[in-house]
């Protein structure tokens, strides 16, 4: 059995998420909760029901993508249980998990390529949370 990932994505993440269904067929069971055209739409209802399945433990991790990953980002950081991590390129993309212990990988559509993107989901994907010294501070988190 594949692991399950939630994924969300407004109109600027339509291609990508796509892209990254296509990419992890085999590997993962993906709960789609991104609309699938270009006509604009409101990001947080895409974010919401991810970090819903994320906090709740119906998947193993989220992903969110729109064009500037701040929006979505932001609106997931408002639950509890959720430590989104906006991540621009691989370097951040490895700290996030490592140190921030992440659950949610927020991708900026329109300022990577999709071969970019990609490098940065499986740097994400491929990290271990470190723990220790981090632990103390990722406790701190929740209000």
């Not at 339509?14 to 055209?37: C, P, S, W």
């Not at 969110?64 to 408002?78: D, E, H, Q, R, Y």
Request: glycine share 8%; with cysteine; charged share 25%.
């Amino acid at each position: 059995m594949n692991i399950k990932v939630s994924i969300g994505n407004d109109h600027a993440g339509t291609d990508l998420k796509k892209r990254i269904l296509q990419e992890y067929a085999d590997t993962y069971d993906f709960v789609n909760h991104g609309t699938d055209g270009s006509t604009s739409v409101d990001y947080p209802d895409y974010v919401h029901p991810v970090a819903r399945d994320v906090e709740s433990g119906k998947v193993s991790f989220g992903i969110l993508i729109c064009g500037s990953a701040n929006g979505v980002c932001m609106t997931a950081n408002k639950h509890q249980g959720i430590r989104a991590g906006l991540a621009w390129n691989t370097e951040v993309a490895a700290l996030i998990k490592q140190h921030n212990n992440a659950n949610i990988i927020c991708i900026p559509a329109r300022f990577l390529s999709e071969e970019e993107a990609l490098k940065v989901l499986k740097t994400y994907i491929d990290e271990i949370y470190e723990g220790g010294r981090h632990q103390l501070r990722v406790d701190k988190i929740p209000c």
